[in-house]
Each structure stands twice: as structure tokens, then as C-alpha cells.
């Protein structure tokens, strides 16, 4: 009985932080402003066909875990849709978080693959994590690091991969994770 009641603690404690993530926040112009206050962030907004941003990505795992967040999708600063990325993972990994996260869009080739109904990224892709402190990615496509302030004042390092750069801050919780998975985005015109 106590091995059960310590399972379902476990499970609301990790769980906890994707309240405010599925409530339906919609601050789309704060993420868009803290990603452009980023000093090298902004740049992708001028080289960018577009782009897809997430305010709040909530993220939870014990050895499987998941994230989902709803987004909007831009063309020159224009709501052209709505995504929901959806990722699963599988590995050691403890913890829950929120972030939020922009994804770029090269050109219009990587804009259409985006949205073409329901986009992967595969266990290769990388994001570019805008923290305070040291941060660093790696993956079979490559690797990055960087350090940085906060999250208004963030330096990013990273570029276009396969036409599209990913980025995310940091919004609160804690997670441990060597794991490998893939997310999906599914795409529906405004």
C-alpha cells in the first residue's frame, strides 16, 4: 500500500508542472520578445522565412516520458496557423519542466515541410537551450555550446539544420535525462 501511495506522489509531482502548460496560456508576444532580446536570436528573425513558437512545452519522464505544448505558426509576422508538438522519449530520465520554444524556418521548402500535416523531427535533432548558466547540445548532427545570462540578455550559438533552427528558455522544473526520442508537430491553417 505505501509502495502504491509513493507511485501516485511520484506521478502528481512530475506531472504538476503541465498544468499551466495544457491551461491555455497564449503569451505569444512575450516568448516572441524574450527570443528576439536573445542578441543573436533576433538575427534568425530577419534571415527566417518564418517561424512556429510554443510560450509553455510541458515535459515530464520516469525512464518514458513525454512533452506536448500548442503553438502558432508565422509567415513575416503573420499568424498563418496553429501546431501541437507532441515528443516521446524513452531512457533514464527523472523530472519534470516547462519551456518554451521557437522553431525557424529557413525557406519556404522547410516552411512547406513543416506544415505539410504532420512534421517529425527524429532523434537527431537539436535544440539550442537559452539559459543562465553553461548550456550545450550534441547530437549526431553535430554539437554546440554556449554560456549565457538571462533569458533577456541570452547569447545563442546555432544555426539551420535541414532548414530549420530549434530554440528553447527554460520556464521552471528540473529534469534529469539521458534518453532518445522524436517529436512531432502537426500543423492546421489559421
Known amino acids: 500500500m505505501q509502495r502504491r501511495l509513493s507511485a501516485i506522489l511520484v506521478l502528481l509531482l512530475v506531472l504538476a508542472p503541465f498544468g499551466n502548460a495544457w491551461a491555455g496560456e497564449n503569451r505569444y508576444e512575450e516568448t516572441i520578445s524574450i527570443f528576439k532580446s536573445a542578441l543573436e536570436s533576433d538575427h534568425f528573425f530577419d534571415v527566417s522565412y518564418g517561424y512556429a513558437v510554443f510560450p509553455s512545452v510541458g515535459r515530464a519522464g520516469v525512464g518514458v516520458g513525454g512533452a506536448r505544448g500548442k503553438g502558432r505558426v508565422f509567415v513575416n509576422g503573420e499568424r498563418v496557423g496553429r501546431s501541437t508538438m507532441t515528443q516521446a522519449t524513452v531512457g533514464l530520465q527523472l523530472g519534470a519542466q516547462r519551456y518554451r520554444m521557437i522553431v525557424f524556418f529557413e525557406d519556404e521548402r522547410a516552411f512547406n515541410e513543416f506544415t505539410s500535416?504532420?512534421?517529425?523531427?527524429s532523434a537527431q535533432a537539436q535544440a539550442v537551450a537559452i539559459t543562465a548558466g553553461a548550456s550545450a547540445t550534441a547530437s549526431t548532427a553535430g554539437s554546440s555550446a554556449g554560456v549565457s545570462g538571462g533569458q533577456r540578455d541570452a547569447t545563442t550559438?546555432?544555426?539551420?539544420?535541414?532548414?530549420?533552427?530549434?530554440?528553447?528558455?527554460?520556464?521552471?522544473?528540473?529534469m534529469y535525462e539521458a534518453s532518445i526520442g522524436g517529436a512531432r508537430f502537426s500543423f492546421r491553417p489559421s
Open 117 to 121: 500535416g504532420s512534421f517529425a523531427f
Open 157 to 174: 550559438v546555432g544555426g539551420f539544420n535541414r532548414g530549420m533552427a530549434v530554440f528553447t528558455v527554460a520556464r521552471g522544473g528540473l
